[in-house]
């Protein structure tokens, strides 16, 4: 519930206006002169491409930082020594900046529209932030207890809540169809799935050709693309990638009368906890006629051998069936052919190839498949 509602709460965004005979951005910052000599850095939120933009170094109680961004978007400011991060979308405009010292989020910025919409959107989750928070403690001391009916209803207590503060989320990205700000929490409600792909694409449609244009812009256009391609009802995409023997391996040239796409990872707790009911299901439905390929996003920058990894992964959880893998993480090009944003995930395909169902684990996993070939 916490890791939930964290991927909500930190939504943070991107975008501009740009000022007359002005060729870059300016940010003008002015802090309590404890922080003299302390380094800035402005580095880019988006988790691919985290690129150091600028930085600079407090000097009698002010900083500056400029530059030129070929379109706004959103960046860290972290300030050493100064708790917290701030995010700030980042346009060819000069903006102001008063620092506060005790916690960078409640510094004030003037001179963005974009900024301005983005503190609505971090106002708004503030409720949510603070009744999280009060839950948070219940759900702990529920769990300690063993107290399973209890943990339920706050569940379901946060659920209520984050789907009413998603709502209020929707409208305001409806009224701010000009701002990249906007698309930025629209980028995020597709990435947790927050928002059905027919209303995103709506919002999507309705937004200015500035704000499409962006980096985000683009983003929510592939996810949106994805989500209809990979939507149940739509006939599988095909891939292919090399098996741990380096033999390539197509989808098509495997599927079954029922087939199931497994996104894993050795890494990956929950998949390896999920695998045995998995390998039931196979050992039970293959011979008539259940097939599994199992696409391993191994691949992570902490894995010293991400390929011994995964093949010792296999065998010792005895997964017998198809495995294939570029090993680039979630940088894996069929990973992102399907959107796939966390694992495990799973996709149901019947025998003409059509996705019949997705993310079904457990005994729903094993009721589908003995639906399907039963």
Not at 2 to 25: D, M, P, Q, Y
Not at 130 to 145: D, I, T, V, Y
Not at 320 to 347: C, E, G, M, R
């Amino acid at each position: 519930m916490l890791r939930k509602f964290l991927a909500v709460s930190i939504i943070i965004l991107t975008f501009s206006c740009n000022k007359e005979k002005t060729t870059g951005f300016v940010i003008n910052g002015t802090i309590n002169a404890s922080a003299n000599g302390k380094k800035v850095t402005l580095i880019k939120a988006d988790m691919k491409n985290q690129e150091l933009l600028d930085s600079t170094t407090v000097t009698n109680g002010k900083l500056v930082l400029d530059g030129l961004v070929e379109t706004p978007d959103i960046y860290v400011l972290s300030i050493e020594g100064v708790n917290g991060k701030m995010p700030i979308v980042v346009e060819n405009t000069e903006m102001t900046i008063s620092f506060d010292t005790d916690t960078l989020l409640n510094s004030q910025i003037t001179g963005s529209k974009e900024n301005d919409v983005l503190k609505e959107f971090l106002e708004l989750s503030k409720p949510l932030q603070k009744k999280n928070m009060s839950l948070a403690g219940e759900f702990r001391a529920a769990q300690s207890e063993g107290d399973t009916v209890k943990m339920k209803e706050l569940r379901e207590t946060f659920n209520t809540l984050l789907e009413e503060t998603n709502e209020k989320n929707i409208a305001l990205i409806e009224k701010h169809n000009d701002k990249v700000t906007s698309a930025a929490f629209l980028d995020n409600l597709l990435t947790t799935k927050a928002i059905e792909t027919k209303k995103a694409q709506e919002i999507y449609n309705s937004y200015t050709d500035d704000v499409k244009n962006s980096r985000l812009g683009k983003s929510i256009n592939e996810k949106i693309e994805v989500a209809i391609v990979t939507a149940e009802g739509s006939i599988a995409p095909n891939f292919s990638a090399k098996n741990p023997e380096g033999k390539t391996i197509a989808l098509n040239d495997i599927k079954g009368k029922a087939t199931i796409i497994d996104f894993w990872a050795a890494w990956c707790g929950p998949c390896r906890k999920e695998n045995p009911n998995v390998v039931k299901v196979y050992n039970k439905y293959h011979d008539k006629g259940l097939e599994i390929i199992s696409v391993s996003l191994d691949g992570t920058p902490r894995q010293k051998d991400a390929k011994a990894a995964w093949i010792e992964a296999i065998e010792k959880d005895n997964l017998t069936w198809h495995h294939v893998s570029n090993l680039q993480y979630f940088n894996d090009p069929i990973a992102k052919q399907y959107n796939i944003q966390a694992i495990p995930a799973t996709f149901i395909l019947d025998a003409e190839g059509k996705i019949v169902a997705k993310n079904l684990r457990g005994q729903e996993l094993e009721d589908k498949i003995a639906e399907m070939l039963n």
